[in-house]
């Protein structure tokens, strides 16, 4: 069974940047479209990015012009780079297949924007 492994979140003040980045299976970015998806407290987890094999990338309203997503297929690795953090994008980040791989879901990566 395959466990993405989320890291790179924290806390930074509103205006602020992070870069998250997600390990996964090469074999994984091959064939699949892969997704960060968000879970604020209380709210159902959405996807907020996502990219195509071909390194095509779409954006959710909420964060485009914000939010950047790449792949680095020699290091098996997806990332989120996240600029001009709000408040609002505190949340717990997951990457995963789109559509969404039930196995694959791994622990996350909590960010928080606060001042």
């Known amino acids: 069974q395959v466990h993405l492994v989320e890291s790179g979140g924290g806390l930074v003040q509103p205006g602020g940047s992070l870069r998250l980045s997600c390990e996964a299976p090469?074999?994984?970015?091959?064939?699949?479209?892969m997704g960060w998806y968000s879970q604020a407290p209380g709210k159902q987890r959405d996807l907020v990015a996502v990219?195509?094999?071909?390194?095509?990338?779409n954006y959710a309203d909420s964060v485009k012009g914000r939010f950047t997503i790449s792949l680095d297929d020699p290091k098996a690795t997806v990332y989120l780079q996240m600029n001009s953090l709000k408040p609002e994008d505190t949340a717990v980040y997951y990457c995963?297949?789109?559509?969404?791989?039930?196995?694959?879901w791994g622990q996350g990566t909590k960010v928080t924007v606060s001042s």
């Open positions: 990219i195509t094999t071909g390194g095509i990338p």
């Open positions: 090469g074999s994984i970015f091959a064939r699949h479209k």
């Open positions: 995963n297949t789109d559509p969404e791989t039930t196995a694959f």
